[in-house]
């Protein structure tokens, strides 16, 4: 199973997601993410652990 669940958002909707089983690649991803789509009017990242009831580890736009 893959650990690490990234998603974007614009506004309320989800645009993407994707699964990676370790910590590094998902950081990497995320901040790829970013890079690609933040300049998106409403663009949202986040970064959760499923292990972890799906703890949210890292949100973009910060809150």
């Keep these: ?24 690649t998902a950081e990497r991803k995320y901040l790829n993410w970013i890079g690609e789509r933040g300049s998106v009017n409403g663009a949202r990242v986040t970064l959760a652990d499923e292990a972890a009831d799906g703890r949210v580890l890292k949100s973009w736009p910060s809150d």
């Design 1 to 24: 199973m893959d650990r690490y669940r990234l998603t974007l958002a614009i506004g309320a909707r989800t645009i993407m997601r994707g699964w990676w089983p370790d910590l590094p």
